[in-house]
Structure formats: C-alpha cells, structure tokens
C-alpha cells in the first residue's frame, strides 16, 4: 500500500508554463515535505511545512498544506528547463515520529 | 564537506550472494536511513537509526540488516541476495528527527544494485 499518493506520475510541459503537483493522503501527517531529485542523486529538500493551510513561497514554487494535513500540492510559475527532475513529497505521521512516507513521485520534464 | 558518502555506486550480484552497502555521513547527525527506490514507487524505508547501537524496522526490512556502531557509519548488509532487491538504494541522514524546520534530510547519491 501506498500512504502518499502523487499526482500526475510524469508531467512534460513547455517552458514559461505553469504546473502543479498533488499529493494525497487519507492519513494525517505532522509534517509534509518536498524534495528534488536529478539522475544518478540523491532528493535534496525544497521546503518543510508543518501547519494545516501552511502556505510557502520559494521564488517561482508555492508549497501548500491542507487544512487536514492529510494533502500538499507545488505549483511552480512559468517553469524553466532548470526545473527538470523528480519531485517527491514525504510525510510525517503523527504516531511515527521517526519514519518518514515518500509519495511515488512526479517526473517532470521543461521543454525549451 | 562531504556530507553523506555511499559506496559502492554500482553493483551486480548473482542470486544467494550477500554485500553490505558502506554508508558513512560526516554531519554528526544521529538520525540515519536506509531506503530503496523503485520506479513508480517513491522510496521506501528500509531500516533506520536514532543514535548509534540504535536500529530500527521500517516499511520493507525483510532480507536486510544493519548495525550501528558508530555516529558516522550505517551500513545495510543484504545476506542472500534475490532478484526482488534489484533496486536503488539510498542512505540518508538527520540532525533530529523527521518534520524539524531545522532537520531536512540529507541523501547520499546511491548505490544501483542488480540481482541476476
């Protein structure tokens, strides 16, 4: 079973477009993260958000928390080729403090 | 700063063979994971630390082990290798534990193992 559902699986859009990315879950999660991940490396952390509605800019990438804590979604202004690669969620269960669930990924593709 | 080492990055194995996949972080984080990524699959737990002499099971254990005995080293020994482990595996690190502003987790870039 797979406790963070990502949607879609693969995304290829042209640059300047905009997009976004889901991830669900019917658990509640403590916490939510996103995370970046280029071929042959390893995810590398975008933003952590924490708080049910939580919303979170980081230049062109908006992160948002549901107010159930049980979802997030990235949407990215005007992609770039630079934003080619592998997007993962992971959360955080409540009663698990120490185990983190990733989502099943999106892969994304900028087109110039 | 090197951060989280893993070696090796590439590896084939003939099936019942055993390896033990070398992870050393040099952060002095407590927190170390194991965890393996499968297309379409995300990553998924393997096994994780707290501290050292510390382990623990995650979401997909069987057919490995680790030890931790050191702060810096988390090495993942598989005993009899089977064509179901082929996979990517990824060690991780963290200052505390998951959800922390302050705490993201830290990746290696991987060991790609085949099992044929």
């Known amino acids: 079973t797979q406790l963070l559902e990502q949607s879609p699986q693969f995304l290829s859009i042209q640059e300047g477009e905009n997009l976004t990315v889901y991830c669900n879950s019917s658990s509640v999660f403590s916490s939510l993260q996103w995370y970046r991940q280029e071929p042959g490396e390893g995810p590398v952390l975008l933003v952590t958000v924490v708080t049910g509605g939580e919303v979170k800019k980081l230049k062109r990438l908006t992160f948002q928390f549901g107010d159930a804590r049980k979802d997030s979604s990235l949407h990215i202004t005007a992609a770039q080729p630079g934003d080619t690669g592998l997007y993962l969620c992971?959360?955080?269960?409540?009663?698990?403090?120490?185990?983190?669930?990733f989502g099943t990924g999106t892969s994304l593709t900028v087109i110039p | 700063n090197a951060g989280v080492t893993q070696t090796p990055k590439f590896r084939i194995l003939k099936i019942g063979q055993s390896m033990t996949l070398q992870c050393t972080q040099d952060?002095?984080?407590?927190?170390m994971y194991w965890y393996r990524q499968d297309p379409g699959m995300g990553l998924k737990l393997i096994y994780y630390?707290?501290?050292?002499?510390?382990?623990d099971k995650g979401e997909v254990p069987n057919g490995y082990n680790v030890s931790r005995s050191t702060t810096e080293d988390f090495p993942l020994r598989l005993e009899l290798a089977a064509p179901s482990q082929t996979s990517v595996y990824f060690c991780a690190s963290s200052l505390s534990s998951f959800g922390s502003y302050n705490s993201p987790l830290h990746f290696g870039n991987g060991t790609r193992l085949t099992v044929t």
């Open positions: 952060m002095n984080h407590n927190y």
């Open positions: 992971a959360g955080g269960l409540a009663n698990t403090g120490n185990q983190f669930y």
């Open positions: 630390s707290v501290g050292a002499g510390i382990t």
